[in-house]
């Protein structure tokens, strides 16, 4: 079945640590982004990909990286420089440039600080 | 810079009963989109409906429709006939038309809809 792979599910960030977030699709799409969500509030644009080797800021960039060497493959890294990393994070893809396709979102991965 | 209201935190509904969700929302855009996601305790997000701003027909998908007023910046979700497994948060979400990529979406803080049998 096709879809969008977080991983892990859970996972914990000491102090000063960097940390990288997995997000691997095979629905063949050529856009991705990443979103972060704390309790009570909607989704924020951390970061969002194209297409392959390229990727652009969103609103919430500061402290966090990302790569795109493959298609089917946008990690996020979370750096020590994200003060207050504790959120859940969703992975989506989409076809690029087509009004009428839908966003699809993986199942997330919950980060917190020891 | 834009921006999603939703001004009920939380909602009720008793199974099999209509409830309308509220969202407002602030552009001077004229090309856009509008959208409600569902976010079951799963935490996954699904796609309930979708709103083009220029098509003046309401959109709808089975027991979802909504009521989209352009001039008064208003875009309401209403669930017919719910159901147990409607309980979940829901956000509604705006993207730029024109040159707006697909994952830009603004999201407002949204509601927990809760079903009592």
């Known amino acids: 079945d096709g879809g969008i792979t977080q991983s892990p599910k859970y996972l914990f960030r000491k102090e000063g640590q960097n940390v990288t977030l997995s997000c691997e699709q095979n629905?063949?799409?050529?856009?991705m982004y990443w979103y972060r969500q704390d309790p009570g509030q909607g989704l924020r644009l951390i970061y969002y990909?194209?297409?392959?080797?390229?990727?652009q800021k969103g609103d919430i960039a500061e402290g966090y990286s990302v790569s795109r060497e493959k298609k089917e493959s946008f990690p996020l890294t979370v750096t020590s420089a994200q003060k207050n990393p504790t959120a859940f994070y969703l992975c989506?893809?989409?076809?690029?440039?087509?009004?009428?396709?839908?966003?699809?979102f993986g199942s997330g991965t919950q980060l917190s600080v020891l | 810079a834009q921006t999603v209201t939703q001004s009920q935190p939380e909602m009720s509904v008793q199974e099999a009963e209509t409830v309308t969700l509220s969202c407002t929302y602030d552009?001077?855009?004229?090309?856009?989109?509008l959208f409600w996601y569902k976010q079951p305790p799963s935490r996954q997000m699904i796609l309930v409906i979708r709103?083009?701003?220029?098509?003046?027909q309401n959109a709808t998908e089975n027991r979802f429709s909504v009521n989209f007023q352009k001039a008064a910046k208003s875009f309401s979700l209403k669930i017919s006939d719910s159901q147990l497994g409607d309980a979940a948060m829901y956000f509604c979400?705006?993207?730029?038309?024109?040159?707006?990529?697909?994952?830009?979406?603004?999201f407002g803080k949204g509601t927990k809809l809760s079903v009592k049998p």
């Open positions: 989506a893809s989409s076809i690029a440039w087509s009004d009428y396709e839908k966003l699809f």
């Open positions: 629905l063949n799409h050529d856009a």
């Open positions: 990909s194209q297409i392959v080797n390229d990727f």
């Open positions: 552009t001077s855009e004229s090309d856009y989109y």
């Open positions: 709103q083009e701003a220029y098509k003046q």
């Open positions: 979400a705006y993207r730029r038309g024109y040159g707006g990529s697909q994952g830009n979406l603004i």
